[in-house]
């Protein structure tokens, strides 16, 4: 019986090694894919726990109410549909709105990417808010796969266009192997309508290669980042590879 635990562990051992040193290798900085479910939002929806909030599958939606100390003038849970009345692309684009009340809030995804890479995340979104102008609309990129408030969410520069479509969009890199691209909105005052439709969203290799450019977004300094929050720690990756390693190692005689 030792015999075959000592000729297992032969194995093992550098199996085990080997993996680590495969996952903890910065990936090349050759351009990267990564795969946004549903971007266009033509897929199956689904109810989110209430019949107002009706999502396309893939996305999440987070958002602040009364409660917290964010939102002074209370926010309350937006009303989440799809809409056939404005696209951009295909058939469907999500409709989002308040009314007389604040809203913040993002509808996220999770998405699996190397570690260390570059990502840019778009959408176009259409805004309409009674009165005008109150209404901010802008993507974002959580470089840990996090939560979209936590203070390391990247958000772009926002819009608050009225009623003709805008292209908003985000760079930043990822930290971790999974990141979460995010449609945010904002709006400051507790207006009577405030409106959002988002449409053809999409996520592309920022790729800089060796040579940085000087107005090369950088992510957040990260003193206290939260650990493995939404899973977006290679510590993670690790331990779940060399356990399913472990586990198929077949015990046995090799001399
Ligand atoms: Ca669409």
């Not at 439709?197 to 992510?219: K, L, T």
């Amino acid at each position: 019986m030792n015999r075959y635990y000592r000729s297992g562990v032969r194995f093992a051992v550098p199996l085990a090694l080997l993996l680590v040193l495969c996952v903890c290798l910065p990936p090349r900085l050759s351009a990267q894919t990564a795969t946004l479910q549903n971007a266009g939002f033509e897929g199956h929806w689904h109810e989110q726990g209430a019949g107002e909030l009706v999502l396309p599958d893939g996305w999440t939606l987070e958002y602040r109410d009364g409660s917290h100390p964010w939102c002074e003038s209370p926010c309350k849970r937006p009303e989440v549909k799809p809409n056939t009345e404005y696209v951009t692309e295909g058939q469907y684009s999500i409709r989002s709105f308040t009314t007389f009340s604040r809203g913040l809030y993002g509808i996220w995804q999770e998405v699996a990417v190397p570690s260390g890479s570059w990502w840019t995340f778009t959408c176009q979104v259409r805004v309409e808010s009674n009165p005008p102008g109150e209404l901010a609309a802008f993507v974002g990129i959580q470089p840990w796969g996090a939560g979209l408030f936590e203070r390391q969410m990247v958000w772009g520069q926002e819009t608050q266009a009225q009623l003709d479509w805008q292209t908003v969009s985000v760079t930043a890199r990822a930290y971790g192997s999974r990141i979460r691209v995010a449609m945010g909105a904002n709006n400051k005052w507790p207006t009577q309508n405030n409106t959002l439709w988002w449409d053809n969203c999409r996520i592309e290799s920022a790729d800089f290669g060796d040579d940085c450019p000087d107005d090369c977004p950088e992510c957040p300094e990260c003193p206290g980042c939260p650990p493995c929050e939404g899973g977006g720690c290679d510590v993670e990756t690790i331990k779940a590879a060399l356990l399913e390693v472990l586990r198929g190692l077949r015990w046995g005689v090799v001399d």
